[in-house]
Every structure is written in structure tokens, then in C-alpha cells.
């Protein structure tokens, strides 16, 4: 169930959908209604991307049960040892491999955190903080992470877990928002949509109280 909900809030992460309705709101500004419909494109958008995201998590997974598992090594639950066995059955090239794929994902990962986090302050409190200091203040938990040795692997799992109950607090304003017809106008979620996505918001609030409830009361 940890790991699920890891990976959900690694694949979801919220405060990307701040960040992405930022970035999109300004590509086309439609004028009329008609025009304004245009704005249904994005969803392909967000079909790709988080099409591609999954697809990405689904290969990690299939990649582990097939070099690790079908050897017998269900003990590999940190990167670090990933690494060496990886090493040790492949290679060092697959290997390598691995590493840079891990370091482009910590640098993209950075870099929407912070570039998020920009996005709700200038909205929240109507403030800019400069560029240093905020990849300090985004790096800062990780480095204190690493310096009192706590296992990164574990500590990663938990960041993720941390997203995924962070999820409802970015979808319930969202959905409340899209189906109302006063404030999306023409671009106002359907019926269908809305009872989709409020199927799919109940269910993640569920995954979050039932995972609370094993953590703390079993």
C-alpha cells in the first residue's frame, strides 16, 4: 500500500497542477466562446503526459520484476543496491544507465517543485523570492536528509507517500471549480466528467484514511 501510494503521488503530484494551469492559461486566450473552446486541446496534453509518466512507472516496475525478482533477489528495496545489481546481472553500461535516468528525474523533479512553488506564492501572497534561494530552500530538506543518514530510498518512498495525500487538497478545489458553469462558462465539465473524477477524488481520499488507519491503529 506504501508503495502504491508512492507511486501515485509521484505519478499525480499536485502541486504540478498549479503549475501547469499556469503555464497553460496564456497559450491561447480565446475571446469568444467559440474560441475558447480550443482550450479542450489541452486535455491531450494531459493525456500524454500522464500517459507517458505511467508508462514510465509500469517500465520501472516490469524491469524489477524481471531482472531482480525472476532471480530471486526480492531483497532490493534501495537504489543504491539496485545499482549493483544491475551491475552485477547486466553491466556496467545498463547500470549507468540507470544512474543518469535517476539524476535527470531528481533534476526535473527539482525543478518543478520549484518552479511550482513560485506559481502559488506569486498567486497567494503576490510575492517573487529569487532563483537562489529558492533551489536552496527546494534542496535544503534533501541535503539535511543525506547529512543525518537517514536512508535516501526510504526517505524518497515517504516523499512520494507525502504527495499522494497532498492529491485531494489540489483535486477537490478543481473539480468544485470545473463544474461550475459560473465560472468555467462554455469550457464546464460534463456530468459524466464530473462524476468520474468525483469517483476517482473519493477513491484516493479512501487509499489515504485506509493507509493512516494500517500506519498508526493496526
Known sequence: MLLAKGILGATV??????????LTQRRVVGKTDQEKKIFRFEATDVVLAMGLAGVINAAMLSMAAALFH???????????KAFEQMRVLE??????LFGVA???????????????????????INRRIPLFLRRAITMLPALIILAVGVNPSRSLVISQVVLSFGIPF????????????????????????????????TLIVCLNVFLLYRTFFV
Not at 70 to 80: A, F, N, P, R, Y
Not at 106 to 119: E, I, N, R
Not at 173 to 198: E, K, Q, S, Y
Open 13 to 22: 503530484m499536485p502541486h504540478v497542477i498549479y503549475l501547469h494551469s499556469a
Open 70 to 80: 525472476s532471480q530471486g533477489l526480492e531483497k532490493v528495496t534501495d537504489i543504491d
Open 91 to 96: 553491466g556496467n553500461g545498463v547500470a549507468i
Open 102 to 124: 535517476l539524476l535527470a528525474s531528481g533534476l526535473s523533479s527539482s525543478s518543478v517543485g520549484t518552479m511550482a512553488g513560485q506559481v502559488v506564492m506569486q498567486g497567494f
Open 170 to 201: 489540489a483535486l477537490i478545489p478543481l473539480l468544485i471549480f470545473c463544474r461550475n458553469r459560473d465560472v468555467m462558462g462554455v469550457l464546464v465539465n460534463h456530468r459524466l466528467t464530473t462524476a468520474l473524477a468525483t469517483v476517482v477524488v
